[in-house]
């Protein structure tokens, strides 16, 4: 991902940044009723532009700070729910929802609309006309705040479900795969490089992001190739190599050319990381099968769930494959028995002792083994948690369903 795009998205999904926007169209609303106002009909001005106004814009700022207050606590509340039901990586996904953060925006910005507009009413900012322009937009913004406010209730219905939870793991780490699918080797070819210079790491910690296209740009114009050697999600010291270039030599601006297109950072990131989706789907059906949840609902659920993302993985989405987009980058594939472990492994370890578990586990594999792409890691792991289940299971005929179904399989 271009990597000026990737910090857009990871800025454009902070809540300040949408309540920022937000309060400044409304301050702007409010200023820009004054302006508009030679452009009002006189008969328009003396039927709106009286005391009534003052009203409304007096409820909405006397209401709106108690609602966007208690939409913060509301917040608050489903982000510590969703980290101690389901997995505390998924807790982003709750303060960067869309509709949470349009919501809480909208009341920021609807408040100091109201706020201005009565303290402008107060200055004598407005005549007549201009009062009659404040009305109308104070009517539309009492639409768009109960709009607003009904699709946040309806949202909070949902906010904290682990199923809702799944849902949006699920839309992540979906285009993240189509992404990596569509764009194997980062849009250029398979391959490694024996020798060459190497681009090491500034910081410690995380890739986030690699930006291909930076990366083809700075081997085009030094007339080099360059392989990805520390691919998204991949945690790196100070010093670990992040890409290989085939010069003998890396000077300090070359060096900080080829730096340029990775991103790191404390923590890993969904936007480009396929396997970081899958595996918090693996950690939420760990913890629903913990002795203290005891939820096997959820693994089930977490099971259909990998199956749709992989089917989705071996889909041919990509188009000239022979021919790369960026014939000077080179990326490792990913394994798909990385894949399948990161989701699939915590259910066969922990889920082995519950027959339903079990049995729906060999179900799914057994549907991944008909893709020859998948069907020698999916073979693997089904011997494994066949395996696990031998050992788990206290009683032999439910051992004999799991090894029935595994023998199917």
């Known amino acids: ?37 030679p452009w009002v009909p006189d008969d ?35 982000y510590t729910s969703v980290s101690t039901a389901a997995s505390p990586r998924v807790a982003a996904l709750v303060t ?16 100091l609309y109201a706020i201005v507009s009565v303290t402008a009413i107060n200055a004598h900012y407005y005549g007549q006309s201009g009062r009659a322009i404040l009305f109308l937009v104070s009517l539309a913004m009492v639409g768009l705040v109960a709009y607003r406010l009904l699709a946040w209730i309806n949202r909070l219905s949902s906010l904290a479900r682990v199923g809702h939870t799944i849902d949006l793991v699920e839309a992540r780490a979906l285009e993240a795969l189509e992404m990596r699918r569509d764009s194997p080797f980062f849009g250029g070819r398979s391959g490694r490089l024996e020798r060459g210079a190497e681009v090491t790491a500034k910081a410690t910690g995380y890739v986030q992001n690699v930006d291909p296209e930076r990366l083809q740009a700075v081997a ?5 190739h360059v392989e990805v050697v520390a691919v998204p999600g991949a945690f790196v010291r100070r010093g670990s190599i992040l890409a290989r270039i085939s010069l003998a030599a890396c000077d300090d601006e070359a060096q900080a050319d080829f730096h340029s297109a990775f991103t790191l950072g404390d923590s890993r990131s969904f936007d480009q990381d396929p396997r970081f989706g899958l595996i918090v789907l693996g950690e939420i059906a760990a913890k629903a099968l913990s002795p203290g949840v005891n939820d096997p609902g959820t693994a089930i659920q977490v099971t259909g769930t990998g199956v749709r993302l992989l089917d989705a993985w071996v889909q041919d989405g990509a188009k000239d494959r022979d021919q790369p987009l960026r014939d000077r980058v080179m990326g490792p594939a990913i394994e798909h028995e990385d894949l399948l472990e990161d989701v699939f492994g915590p259910i066969a370890r922990y889920g082995a002792g519950d027959l339903v578990v079990a049995l729906r586990l060999q179900k799914a594999l057994k549907t991944l083994a008909t893709t020859p792409a998948l069907a020698p890691a999916a073979t693997a792991l089904a011997r494994e948690a066949l395996e696990r289940s031998r050992i788990a299971l206290p009683i032999t005929a439910d051992v004999r369903r799991v090894e029935e179904a595994a023998l199917s399989s």
């Open 1 to 37: 991902m271009n990597r000026w795009l990737f910090f857009w998205r990871k800025l454009a999904r902070q809540l300040w940044v949408k309540a920022t926007a937000y309060a400044g169209v409304g301050v702007a609303a409010s200023l820009l009723a004054a302006a508009l106002a």
């Open 44 to 78: 328009m001005a003396e039927r709106l532009g009286g005391e009534s106004v003052e009203s409304i814009l007096t409820i909405l700022a006397s209401s709106l700070l108690g609602v966007a207050t208690f939409s913060v606590g509301a917040m608050v509340t489903a």
């Open 96 to 111: 960067t929802d869309e509709e949470t953060q349009k919501a809480l925006a909208t009341f920021v910005g609807a408040f």
């Open 220 to 224: 085009k114009a030094r007339d080099c």
